[in-house]
């Protein structure tokens, strides 16, 4: 036995002592990478990883290339660490790392002064020249400088720093900054818009598929007064990290030639990957929709999984608001019970206030990169979707069922309290089922809503339809075509959706109308 011990004794000593070694190995974090994947050639989705794409961790089945792809894919080798990339909202990137969600931004993003407040940047990783879109046929697609536009109506991305750039052409209107380039490249070519300010790749791609602009660049001393970092493109990386340190040493080895033949290569690709110059506009849609059509199918799944379940959550948490806040406690004979029920009234009163009171928007912000942020708590987004729309939808549905409750005669309480039955009793099981039949519209109706407003939650980077939407739109630079298929997919699932309640609800009315006559019948024979 002795022999034995040693033995054994001998054998976990030197498994602890390679141990950390073996461990390190194994538990070495992935790098965890934010991108939009909807900014072609810096960055744009595809179906397969045929081209070298790396599937998009938040948004399974989508694959993220470009050259923030190919860029983010040396460090993560470089370093020995996994690569991840999650797709993020542009306005929702800076959050998404100070929060710890992701370690780093690699987006096309510049290192201005206003970002280093809030994160740090290594140094760049690209540099490029900047130039202004405009249609062939305008009347500034001839010029020289930057003060040949005076008169001329432009714009840029919000966020970017290419919108105060604006600032320096002399005699420019200087319009609101719009959220995204597809968005910019429509306005454009309706017309609504002369122009917009960019920087030459991200151009060359938005030329591709809209043969009808083009870019126009300046000569020394005509352009953009603006300094060496604000045309850099440089890594966002959390305040303080190490990190930072260790990608630069990466990035010092990629030379600029190396640089220039990779975005000559994501040029390429996202031109090969565009509709055609000859298409029409429906031939346009069916390209788009026979190439991305995965990705709208995911889109329409994680949609509908979010608002039937939502609705459902939604539905039973304000009839549970709805109940208690209905319900009297008498002061005389239970004053504990009364105060109690004064503190959560006033809590349930002040949530649906809340909640009714402010945009999903902003509270998907605040519960998703707020929690994880100052609480730690991490959420994935698909959990915090249906939390935050449930929520949402409780503190309206709650409103709707207090509605229901209270069209119900109050002989009804009034008998059930003379039957000795208590509160809960008199709501299960004779006001709830009425209300519910009464307020059955409402509820088809909030539902539909729900389905639209999933929309919002792209701003925590849910992979429901709108964001899967605007992936593709960034990815082909055709907006028009792609939203008005997106819009073709919502108007069919309302309308189908709306179809389908008005049956159930008139299967509802219909039996219920059975029973009453088939039981007024029965009343009669009896009497007679």
């Known amino acids: ?84 990339i999650y797709k993020i909202d ?24 206003e970002r280093k407040l809030q994160i740090d940047f290594t140094d760049s990783y690209y540099t490029g020249r900047l130039g202004v879109v ?35 052409m002399k005699g420019v209107k200087k319009q609101q900054a719009l959220d995204s380039f597809p968005t910019m490249i429509t306005a454009t070519n309706a ?34 007064e603006v300094d060496d970092s604000f045309t850099a493109v440089s890594v966002g990386i959390k305040k303080n990290s190490p990190l930072t340190a260790e990608i630069d040493g990466i990035l010092a080895n990629i030379s600029r030639e190396e640089q220039d033949e990779i975005m000559n290569q994501m040029v390429l690709m ?16 069916g390209s788009i ?27 039973l948490l304000g009839l549970l608001v709805a109940i208690i806040r209905k319900s009297v406690v008498s002061k005389s004979k239970n004053p ?12 349930l009163s002040a949530y649906v206030e809340i909640f009714r009171g402010t945009p ?31 929520i949402n939808t409780g503190a309206y549905l709650s409103e709707v069922v207090r509605g229901g409750i209270n069209s119900i005669d109050n002989g009804q309480f009034e008998a059930c309290k003379a039957l000795g039955m208590t509160h809960w009793q008199t709501m299960k099981n004779v006001i709830i089922p009425q209300a519910v039949r009464n307020i059955l519209p409402s509820l088809g109706n909030e539902f539909v809503i729900n389905i639209k407003d999933t929309s919002v939650l792209n701003v925590i980077s849910v992979t429901e339809l709108f964001f899967m939407s605007k992936s593709v739109a960034g990815s082909t630079y055709q907006y028009f075509p792609t939203y008005l298929i997106t819009a073709i997919i919502y108007f069919i699932l309302t309308f189908v959706t709306t179809r389908i309640l008005l049956v159930l609800e008139r299967r509802m009315y219909n039996r219920d109308f059975v029973q009453e006559s088939s039981t007024g019948a029965r009343n009669v024979n009896t009497i007679s």
């Open 1 to 84: 036995m002795k022999r034995t011990r040693k033995i054994v004794l001998s054998l976990l000593l030197v498994l602890l002592a390679f141990a950390p070694l073996s461990l390190a190995a194994e538990t070495k974090k992935p790098l965890r990478v934010g991108m939009e994947v909807n900014y072609a050639p810096f960055n744009f989705s595809e179906v397969t990883d045929a081209n070298g794409g790396v599937l998009v961790s938040n948004s399974p089945g989508e694959y993220a290339n470009g050259y923030d792809v190919q860029i983010a894919k040396k460090i993560a080798d470089e370093l020995g660490r996994e690569l991840e």
């Open 191 to 224: 017309g609504t818009i002369n122009g917009y300010t960019s920087e030459e790749a991200g151009a060359i791609s938005a030329i591709n598929s809209n043969p009808n602009l083009t870019f126009i660049s300046f000569e020394e001393g005509k352009g953009f």
């Open 270 to 285: 996202s031109e090969d990957e565009n509709v055609t110059e000859d298409m029409s506009f429906f031939a346009e849609m």
């Open 336 to 347: 504990i019970g009364y105060t109690l029920h004064r503190i959560v009234n006033f809590i």
């Open 289 to 315: 929709w026979s190439k991305y059509y995965p990705l709208f199918l995911r889109g329409i799944v994680n949609t509908l999984f979010i608002a039937i379940l939502s609705t459902i959550l939604g539905f």
């Open 360 to 390: 999903m928007m902003v509270q998907a912000v605040i519960i998703f990169y707020g929690l994880k942020q100052y609480f730690d708590i991490d959420l994935s987004t698909m959990f915090a979707a249906i939390l935050i729309v449930s």
């Open 134 to 168: 405009v249609r062939k046929d305008s009347e500034y697609a001839n010029a020289e400088s930057i003060d040949d536009f005076e008169g001329a109506k432009l714009t840029a991305q919000l966020g970017t720093f290419h919108y105060e750039l604006i600032d320096q």
């Open 90 to 113: 542009w306005d929702g990137l800076i959050p998404a790392l100070t929060s710890g969600k992701i370690d780093a931004i690699i987006a096309g993003m510049s290192p201005t002064d």
